[in-house]
Nanobody, 126 residues
Framework: QVQLVESGGGLVQAGGSLRLSCAASGRSFSNYAMGWFRQAPGKQRESVAA????????TYANSVKGRFTISRDNAKNTMYLQMNSLKPEDTAVYYC???????????????????WGQGTQVTVSS
């Protein structure tokens, strides 16, 4: 089992940047595909980005392509989400998730993840 803790959320003006971190503890972090999700008030949780175990395969939601960058440092048991050019519609609680996988698998579906963090709030003001 792996425990996940997000950090780095906050309040930022439109056009600004934030970097989220997801620290993992427990079993070997490098055996897990990872993902970032977000949930805005009154909306369903949606995938933002996902990364394979070794980091070689990455996917992004169309709404964040070119603005967000997902990465991971397996030596530090940490995953990151660099968010640039933030928009008010990016306001949400952001969650990280983990699932055991083969080295080159990207896990995208919400229901495919077994482990979740508690979330960190990101608020983008206009």
């Amino acid at each position: 089992q792996v425990q996940l803790v997000e950090s780095g959320g906050g309040l930022v003006q439109a056009g600004g940047s934030l970097r989220l971190s997801c620290a993992a503890s427990g079993r070997s972090f490098s055996n897990y595909a990872m993902g970032w999700f977000r949930q805005a008030p009154g909306k369903q949780r949606e995938s933002v980005a996902a990364i394979s175990w070794r980091g070689g395969r990455i996917t992004y939601a169309n709404s964040v392509k070119g603005r967000f960058t997902i990465s991971r440092d397996n030596a530090k048991n940490t995953m990151y989400l660099q968010m640039n050019s933030l928009k008010p519609e990016d306001t949400a609680v952001y969650y990280c998730a983990a699932e055991t996988s083969s080295p080159r698998t990207v896990v995208i579906g919400l229901s495919d993840y077994s482990y979740w963090g508690q979330g960190t709030q990101v608020t983008v003001s206009s």
